[in-house]
């Protein structure tokens, strides 16, 4: 007898689908490999009402709140919007780190969960979770003047999002570059077209102050 409700999913069941998709990839992803990996039968995972597009949407839920959580405190910290927003974008080369492996077998999926469509498999915006807070940094900069007025903040935190995440990921993933040098190489190539000459220049002219 099937399950009639909503699918029944647990940490063991989660844990194993993030394993199975880190090693094998999406194409050779399977609820027989996830049962194997959580120790549950197939079909106990079938009569849960389990299946790979209840597995992957679970995955594209825990990858926003992993987004959220990471950019949240340069959302709430002190500083000009330049300030928060380089906090952010170093943010979101960590958090990809945190779950590396995971994000590389979720790039093999036909519609990634980095994919900046109108809204996710769920019918989630994916663009409120993802952009908005880059666009917010942007447009707070743009206020103080830290960042570069001519920016069309939607724009180009549409971009920085899909630059920062795909890019970091593959020269992780791909090229097999250390942390410090991934991130810092695409941060310093990506922050001078953001920022004022004032913002850009201002940690300088502090410390020539205090000397």
Known sequence: MTNSGSPVL????LAATAQVLAEHGWHDFTLERVAEASGISRVTLYRRGITKDVL?????VGAAQAWQAAIWPAMTAHGSGADRLQRAMRAACAVVEEHLRLLAGLSTVPDPVFHLGESDRAGRSTRDVYVAPLRRLLQDGQADGSV????DAEETAT????????TYLHMRAGHGWPPDRAA???LDLITPGLLTRTADTAPDTAADTEE
């Open 148 to 151: 570069q007025r001519h920016l």
């Open 56 to 60: 992957l949407d679970a995955l594209v």
């Open 184 to 186: 810092d190489s695409l």
């Open 159 to 166: 971009l920085l999002f899909n630059v920062i995440t795909r």
């Open 10 to 13: 647990d940490e063991a069941v």
